[in-house]
């Protein structure tokens, strides 16, 4: 069973253009969670989405960051015209359902470097 | 905030326990003792979690206090490739955002 994937692993932007970063959940779970880092510091919660719906977004940027999850295909996460405090690594995780026990399981992460 | 204390760096000699300790106070009756660690920059990686019972896995060992208030999460024999981050996290699972604090930083030494 793959696990949690996201793609790319790098991305290079310049300010200004637009950064998509990608996830696709594991097999079978249908609940999705965006995690930033920025250099030295811990992660932090943006967002949380299920198919086609945002669940909790309180840790989203109120500017220039979007995320969804549609009925196909993974889940998108997009800052638009990035700065270079965007700089960043970004995980996804992915949970089977809403459950107590139900744990969250990371990917690798996209490393987004603004120039 | 994190609702977890943990030190903040921690050694250990190749092929003993480690002992990671972790206070949280404030926990209430329905959240979960769940533990992750970061190798390097990667994703963190899940590695156990509890309610109220000692738990273990191919991976680690659980100790929950009776009274809930703090943990230990030990690694038995450890190997160069554990050294990590680890964070202890209280949550109530499921669709809970996960609120990392600061981690300890265990290095295994050979």
């Known amino acids: 069973n793959a696990g949690v994937m996201q793609n790319p692993r790098h991305l290079v932007r310049r300010r200004g253009q637009e950064a998509r970063l990608r996830c696709s959940p594991m097999?079978?779970?249908?609940?999705v969670y965006w995690y930033r880092q920025l250099p030295e510091e811990g992660l932090k919660f943006m967002v949380y989405?299920?198919?086609?719906?945002?669940?909790?977004e309180s840790g989203m940027p109120k500017e220039r960051f979007s995320a969804e999850f549609p009925k196909e295909g993974p889940s998108i996460l997009r800052i638009q015209q990035v700065v270079r405090g965007d700089s960043a690594a970004y995980f996804c995780?992915?949970?089977?359902?809403?459950?107590?026990?139900?744990?969250?399981?990371f990917g690798p992460g996209t490393r987004l470097t603004v120039l | 905030d994190a609702k977890t204390t943990q030190p903040p760096s921690m050694d250990c000699a190749e092929g003993r326990a480690a002992n990671l300790p972790c206070n949280h106070s404030?926990?209430?009756?329905?959240?979960?003792v769940y533990w992750y660690r970061q190798i390097h920059s990667q994703g963190p990686q899940y590695i156990i979690h509890?309610?109220?019972n000692n738990e273990t896995n191919e991976m680690a060992s659980l100790i929950i206090t009776e009274d809930r208030k703090s943990s230990t999460l030990i690694l038995p024999h450890a190997t160069l490739r554990d050294t990590a981050v680890y964070y202890c996290?209280?949550?109530?699972?499921?669709?809970?955002?996960?609120?990392f604090g600061k981690g300890t930083k265990l290095t295994v030494n050979p």
């Open positions: 989405l299920q198919k086609e719906n945002i669940i909790d």
């Open positions: 995780a992915s949970s089977p359902r809403a459950g107590a026990r139900d744990t969250q399981y």
């Open positions: 509890g309610l109220k």
């Open positions: 996290i209280v949550t109530k699972g499921g669709s809970e955002k996960l609120v």
């Open positions: 097999k079978g779970h249908s609940h």
């Open positions: 404030t926990i209430s009756g329905n959240e979960y």
